[in-house]
Antibody, heavy 116, light 108 residues
Framework: QVQLVESGGGLVNPGGSLRLSCIAS????????MSWIRQAPGKGLEWVSY????????DYADSVKGRVTVSRDNAKNSLYLEMHSLRAEDTALYYC?????????WGQGTLVTVSS | EIVLTQSPATLSLSPGEGATLSCRAS??????LAWYQQRPGQAPRLLIS???KRATGIPARFSGSGSGTDFTLTITSLEPEDFAVYYC??????????FGGGTKVEMK
């Protein structure tokens, strides 16, 4: 069955950095676009970034553009999100999702807390 | 940017009752609309894509309809596990694929 398992979240000071990871299994990872979607505590869903099948194309929400880089390693069935210059408003649960005509599978999320 | 407005914000119903959730787009998204369910403490899961196509394993009591700017998610005869928050997402312009603010279906 399809599984997406995120890791790498934690408590970080404002201005700090984190690298989130997502390991995929149960499907051919290299056949799918992938996204990161986040959810601030008690709030709704916000798309953060996507990456194309071979990693040649990516895009970012305006709220994170210039501070975040998405990448993937198809040989390792892995998706990554490098986050820099973190702000309090980046505090959220970050989900890795598989993309088809919708975000059809979601991981359980990894929590990023930006606070001093 | 396409804005999605979901209504009502909260729906108070009893098990066995039907639910009708609305999602309105600020401009046409054709049929490129998805619905997700998020139970408390869980990740969202896909219910409906392309306005009316049920995702794998989704019970038939969930149905989606609409096109253009007005969409509806209907749940016939609510089960206890259906009390959750429901989000719509437009896929007409993806990325970013904006989400609506959500409708909470709570138990009366």
């Amino acid at each position: 069955q399809v599984q997406l398992v995120e890791s790498g979240g934690g408590l970080v000071n404002p201005g700090g950095s984190l690298r989130l990871s997502c390991i995929a299994s149960g499907f051919t990872f290299s056949d799918y676009y992938m996204s990161w979607i986040r959810q601030a505590p008690g709030k709704g869903l916000e798309w953060v970034s996507y990456i194309s099948i071979d990693g040649s194309n990516a895009d970012y929400a305006d709220s994170v553009k210039g501070r975040v880089t998405v990448s993937r390693d198809n040989a390792k069935n892995s998706l990554y999100l490098e986050m820099h210059s973190l702000r309090a408003e980046d505090t959220a649960l970050y989900y890795c999702t598989r993309e088809s005509t919708a975000a059809d599978y979601w991981g359980q999320g990894t929590l990023v807390t930006v606070s001093s | 940017e396409i804005v999605l407005t979901q209504s009502p914000a909260t729906l108070s119903l009893s098990p066995g009752e039907g639910a009708t959730l609305s999602c309105r787009a600020s401009q046409s998204v054709s049929w490129y609309l998805a619905w997700y369910q998020q139970r408390p403490g869980q990740a969202p899961r896909l219910l409906i894509s392309d306005a009316s196509k049920r995702a794998t394993g989704i019970p038939a009591r969930f149905s989606g309809s609409g096109s253009g700017t007005d969409f509806t998610l209907t749940i016939t005869s609510l089960e206890p596990e259906d009390f959750a928050v429901y989000y719509c997402q437009q896929r007409r312009t993806w990325p970013p694929g904006t989400f609506g603010g959500g409708t909470k279906v709570e138990m009366k």
